[in-house]
């Protein structure tokens, strides 16, 4: 079995704990590192919306919190007709620990699946570089 797949399954198994009341839509992620641990989360919802948190945000959140800092490889899944894609917001976060070239598989339950590197989901993402003033 590829590692993609492997994160994709972690993806599958940690997306039925998503709290998801609202909208019904659960997502699950999993990402793996450097050191090659698999971090996971699910998106949250609450009533005050938009103050929820995405699948991808959570298992980041697990992975520096755990005190790693570099992304190798992400999966996301959900329960829709094409695979399901990171938002706009979650691209950027993963762009922020990962370098050109990390693969994101995206998935449905149906077992289709699209896989992209990250600069291609996010071209010309913003970074830490061009805040820098030279001075």
Known sequence: MSPAITLVDEAKT???NAHAPYSGFKVGAAIRTASGRV???VNVEN?????????????IA???????????????????????T?????????????????PVT??????DAVT????????RAFAKAQMETGT
């Open 39 to 41: 971090f996971t989360g």
């Open 14 to 16: 940690i997306r039925e």
């Open 62 to 84: 697990a992975m520096v919190a755990a005190g790693e800092a570099q992304i190798i490889e992400v999966a996301v899944i959900g329960d829709a007709p094409d695979p399901v």
């Open 47 to 59: 009533a005050a919306y938009p103050e929820g948190t995405c699948a991808e945000a959570g298992a």
């Open 116 to 123: 992209m590197k990250i600069e291609e989901l996010l071209p």
């Open 86 to 102: 990171p938002c706009g917001g979650c691209r950027q976060k993963i762009a922020e620990f990962a370098p050109p070239g990390v």
């Open 106 to 111: 995206m998935a449905n339950l149906k077992g």
